[in-house]
């Protein structure tokens, strides 16, 4: 007779991998853990861990507690019957802890390919293979996941997507889906391409298509209403015709309308629902001594960013070519709008040196200039993560030129090259090259800062 099999333990090399796709709401996180169960064939079983605080949820309870029931992975595989599913832990980022225990820690050793081929369930009381089940967890964020939980498990970044590729996927997946969701034959509503662009640049600046699904079901609703009330023609929305639909524009190109004056600069920031684009604000003002004013909800990185940028310019005013009194018996006092955003994060210092040194020199930043990059007291531009998301939120908001580090060059290799050919980068290693690209000519009708 054949000799058996050896049985599957935590050293076999048919183990499954534990994959955690990070990204943005909106990107096709779960719906990619269903399209991966499809084409291997296999059952698909969703958990949300969002707002789990009960150590029971995963180990399961007791059977000398009444009411006691298997954990939520035991009761998932008896759903799914069968040992070999894709399971997928929905926001694994947002599971919580309190007194009746930590769940991440319950994770450990279900996600831990050398021990949840003996995973035992307090309800069970033995022992139950998980090795054969093929584990995929989403996140927004890397940052509210527990440091052994996160080694236990492969990272896979999904971006947000770009202009064109929000236009595919509007056309080849959204439109159909809406139409048929609301009794619409495709000779009744169609898009134009440059349509599906307006809605995706007006209506929805946003990473994910989630905004923008919602967007063509408003405008598929007013349509079926039409229908409904006897209308035979078919409609064809083009771009002047949406607002009809969707009223005015939401967004709209600011950045030129916000640094015609000296003392703003524009700066790209990460954040778990995307990159964005963060307007940084500087005066002065003439005061008894020196103080540093910061508004807008920063967080201690941006603190110490800002004191950082505010120390380099005053020390080098003279290679920058300031008054070196400018400083003297002024209160400094910068500003990033939309103050009931939290914001933090180790990017800011580039931007908020250049929007000091606009204000000193009484040269504005250049319009279609965008910038991100920490930096030292020696003027040093220390390289920063999120690049990919960075680069989209500036495409996004008609950004045409970007400011990066040196060595966050590799980092371009991630964006699509669609983007790489549609912007211009300028890669820098220290603050004078900043200002020596970023910065206009001196306004002689814009006057100097009070003092």
Request: proline share 7%; net charge negative.
């Amino acid at each position: 007779m054949p000799a058996e099999p050896p049985p599957v333990t935590g050293d076999s090399p048919t183990r499954e991998p534990i994959l955690c796709f990070v990204g943005p709401p909106g990107v096709g996180k779960t719906s990619l853990g269903q399209s991966i169960a499809r084409a291997l064939g296999r059952q698909f079983v969703r958990m949300s861990l969002g707002g789990v605080r009960d150590e029971a949820e995963i180990r399961g309870h007791r059977r000398t507690y009444i009411g006691a029931l298997p954990g939520r992975i035991i009761q998932g595989l008896r759903r799914a019957e069968t040992r070999d599913p894709v399971f997928m832990l929905d926001e694994i980022d947002k599971i919580g802890a309190d007194w009746r225990g930590d769940p991440s820690s319950a994770l450990l050793e279900v996600l831990d390919p050398a021990q949840n081929h003996t995973f035992v369930d307090n309800y069970l009381a033995v022992s139950f293979d998980l090795s054969q089940v093929l584990f995929i967890a989403t996140a927004n964020t890397l940052d509210t996941i527990p440091g052994p939980l996160r080694d236990r498990m492969e990272i896979l970044v999904l971006s947000g997507y770009t202009d064109e590729e929000k236009i595919g996927i509007a056309r080849e997946y959204l439109i159909p889906k809406v139409l048929a969701a609301h009794g619409l034959a495709t000779d009744e509503l169609s898009f134009e391409p440059e349509a599906i662009r307006q809605i995706v640049r007006g209506y929805t600046r946003e990473a994910g298509v989630r905004n923008l699904d919602r967007e063509i079901a408003a405008v598929a609703r007013k349509v079926a209403r039409k229908v409904a009330e006897g209308q035979r023609e078919s409609v064809r929305i083009s771009a002047d015709s949406v607002a009809g639909y969707l009223g005015q524009p939401r967004f709209f190109d600011e950045v030129a309308e916000r640094t015609t004056r000296p003392g703003i600069a524009t700066g790209l920031a990460w954040t778990p629902t995307g990159g964005d684009v963060l307007f940084v604000e500087v005066t002065m003002m003439p005061s008894t001594e020196e103080r540093l004013i910061l508004t807008g909800m920063l967080g201690d990185g941006m603190r110490e960013s800002a004191q950082a940028a505010v120390s380099y310019v005053w020390s080098n005013a003279e290679s920058l070519d300031i008054d070196t009194k400018l400083f003297e018996r002024k209160t400094i006092h910068v500003h990033v709008p939309a103050g009931a955003i939290p914001k933090d994060g180790p990017s800011a210092g580039v931007t908020i040196m250049t929007a000091l040194a606009s204000l000193a020199t009484r040269r504005p930043v250049q319009s279609e200039v965008a910038m991100t990059g920490e930096i030292t007291l020696r003027g040093k531009v220390l390289p920063v993560g999120g690049i990919k998301e960075k680069v989209l939120a500036a495409h996004r908001t008609g950004i045409r030129s970007v400011i990066l580090p040196s060595r966050n060059e590799r980092d371009l290799e991630e964006v699509p090259e669609e983007l790489r050919r549609q912007l211009s980068f300028l890669f820098v290693d220290d603050a004078e090259e900043v200002l020596r690209h970023a910065l206009t000519p001196p306004l002689a009708d814009v006057r100097r800062p009070a003092g």
